[in-house]
């Protein structure tokens, strides 16, 4: 670990033992990793909407959101029970205790293969229907009549009729897809307004952080990386159409926030905004609000990103930012929870529960705790960048931050992890993510058995799926996961 590192530990663990109540309730700091691609305007809330903690009711929409999508196995949090466990979540699940950890080189992991950052493309901007390279000609404002009104007076179908193939290359991705299939009703991009409509017609408004995140999230590990620009020939046979990279993670994340298949789930679910807390430690009492338990936590990260080498989604909702982010490595180092000071080795790190006597969260405790650990683990993970036009695309054009939690972890008598307490309540919620090899398919698509591969480059999309594709779109309002899949194997190349 570095002395910055060594440093800020030592610095948070003296905040927690001088004040427990103050620094739970602290937010971790987060730090800019790789700043790269355009910056993306974080769906932040006001202040107001802050003190009502409505972020809290956010995280459950988006929850429903991801729920509905799949099957997600949704369970609150529990010591080590049915109800919370990590191998229910990762791939592969080989390590169960610390020990094996570090003999198994664990103790920090990146995934080979880095997800990419997109757009969380919010629906008072209409979604994929914003056209986003424009630049200063779209509104972009933060009421949606006022972007849906610009739309409605420069509609595609006239750019396409103007001729200018620029302008039609600066069209919407949803606008670019229904020309590419050939849907002269536009029912993609109509659907993508309809999406901001009902909240405008209801309150007047439609809120900032509404969009697809749930939907980047899991596309940008579960999709390889629309690299290039890919230009094909639209349905009409003369209409030429560039779809740049982020037109591509465009409809990827759409097609992956629709049809989202069976997911696996692990986290508790807190329906209240202020929940109770212990008014000496800070600790939240609520089993439900408590949310992943440390040990199942641990166990997810090191188990999923570093033997298993696959990303999953983890949601932060504990600081009113944007929700469902990619992992992308952790690195973990230990300290010792009865001195409150950072340490080197396992060893030094571990305090046997009936000799710590000073033991702030003991009433916590579970009743087979043998031993108790401190762990500072930073973890880096994928954010949001605003769309552009710019190919190549690669890990250099992506954002990443990176966060530090402090949390202990109980172990039995055997060093197996059982459980384990936050030194923050804003902690991840919940973890999740589809199974390896999954696809999101449509149930028009899937009727109809369709392969990427019969899109043969060149030639206009095959005329069946022109038909699937106005179907998908008008009910199931997203691509075509052969159109969308087809493209990145184009932008691969």
């Given at each position: 670990?570095?002395?910055?590192?060594?440093?800020?530990?030592?610095?948070?663990?003296?905040?927690?033992?001088?004040?427990?109540?103050?620094?739970?309730?602290?937010?971790?700091?987060?730090?800019?990793?790789?700043?790269?691609?355009?910056?993306?305007?974080?769906?932040?809330?006001?202040?107001?909407?802050?003190?009502?903690?409505?972020?809290?009711?956010a995280r459950d929409l988006l929850r429903k959101q991801a729920a509905d999508s799949g099957e997600l196995d949704e369970r609150a949090r529990a010591l080590f029970s049915d109800n919370d466990r990590a191998d229910r979540l990762v791939d592969t699940y080989s390590c169960t205790g610390l020990q094996s950890m570090e003999n198994n080189?664990?103790?920090?992991?990146?995934?080979?293969?880095?997800?990419?950052?997109?757009?969380?493309?919010?629906?008072?901007?209409?979604?994929?229907?914003?056209?986003?390279?424009?630049?200063?000609?779209?509104?972009?404002?933060?009421?949606?009549?006022?972007?849906?009104?610009?739309?409605?007076?420069?509609?595609?179908?006239?750019?396409?009729?103007?001729?200018?193939?620029?302008?039609?290359?600066?069209?919407?991705?949803?606008?670019?897809?229904?020309?590419?299939?050939?849907?002269?009703?536009?029912?993609?991009?109509?659907?993508?307004?309809?999406?901001?409509?009902?909240?405008?017609?209801?309150?007047?408004?439609?809120?900032?952080?509404?969009?697809?995140?749930?939907?980047?999230?899991?596309?940008?590990?579960?999709?390889p990386r629309p690299v290039n620009a890919v230009t094909v020939l639209a349905a009409d046979g003369q209409t030429r159409l560039t779809f740049f990279p982020s037109d591509i993670k465009a409809l990827a994340s759409l097609l992956w926030a629709k049809v989202s298949p069976k997911a696996k789930f692990i986290g508790g679910r807190c329906n209240d905004t202020n929940p109770q807390t212990d008014p000496k430690t800070g600790r939240i009492l609520a089993q439900n609000c408590f949310d992943t338990n440390p040990g199942t936590w641990h166990l997810a990260m090191v188990n999923q990103i570093g033997a298993s080498q696959r990303s999953m989604v983890m949601d932060a909702t504990y600081d009113y930012e944007v929700w469902n982010q990619p992992v992308l490595a952790y690195s973990?180092?230990?300290?010792?929870?009865?001195?409150?000071?950072?340490?080197?080795?396992?060893?030094?790190?571990?305090?046997?529960?009936?000799?710590?006597?000073?033991?702030?969260?003991?009433?916590?405790?579970?009743?087979?705790?043998?031993?108790?650990?401190?762990?500072?683990?930073?973890?880096?993970?994928?954010?949001?960048?605003?769309?552009?036009?710019?190919?190549?695309d690669g890990p250099h054009r992506d954002r990443t931050e990176k966060v530090l939690y402090l949390y202990d972890l109980e172990l039995d008598f055997s060093g197996k992890i059982i459980g384990g307490e936050w030194y923050q309540n804003a902690h991840p919620d919940f973890l999740w993510t589809p199974a390896q090899g999954a696809r999101a398919l449509p149930s028009w698509e899937s009727r109809n058995t369709v392969r990427p591969e019969e899109w043969e480059e060149g030639r206009p999309v095959p005329e069946m799926w022109r038909q699937i594709a106005a179907i998908t779109s008008e009910y199931s309002k997203t691509p075509m996961a052969a159109v969308t899949e087809r493209l990145i194997q184009l932008a691969g190349r």
């Open positions: 670990m570095s002395q910055e590192l060594h440093d800020q530990i030592n610095a948070e663990l003296k905040a927690f033992h001088s004040d427990p109540a103050a620094f739970m309730n602290q937010r971790p700091a987060k730090k800019n990793v790789s700043p790269g691609g355009s910056d993306c305007a974080a769906p932040h809330f006001d202040q107001a909407a802050l003190e009502r903690h409505d972020y809290v009711a080189g664990l103790l920090q992991a990146r995934l080979p293969e880095q997800p990419w950052s997109d757009d969380y493309w919010a629906l008072y901007l209409g979604v994929l229907g914003k056209r986003y390279a424009v630049g200063s000609n779209f509104p972009n404002s933060t009421d949606w009549k006022v972007n849906f009104d610009f739309i409605q007076r420069n509609p595609a179908a006239a750019v396409l009729a103007g001729g200018d193939q620029n302008a039609v290359n600066r069209l919407s991705p949803s606008e670019k897809y229904d020309i590419l299939v050939g849907d002269r009703q536009f029912s993609l991009t109509k659907q993508m307004w309809e999406e901001g409509r009902g909240y405008y017609e209801q309150s007047g408004q439609v809120e900032i952080w509404m969009g697809i995140c749930h939907g980047w999230a899991p596309a940008a590990y579960m999709l973990y180092s230990y300290f010792n929870p009865a001195s409150g000071a950072a340490v080197n080795s396992l060893a030094e790190a571990t305090v046997r529960k009936a000799q710590f006597s000073g033991d702030k969260l003991a009433a916590y405790r579970g009743a087979q705790t043998d031993s108790i650990v401190g762990i500072a683990m930073e973890v880096e993970y994928l954010v949001e960048t605003a769309p552009s036009q710019h190919t190549p």
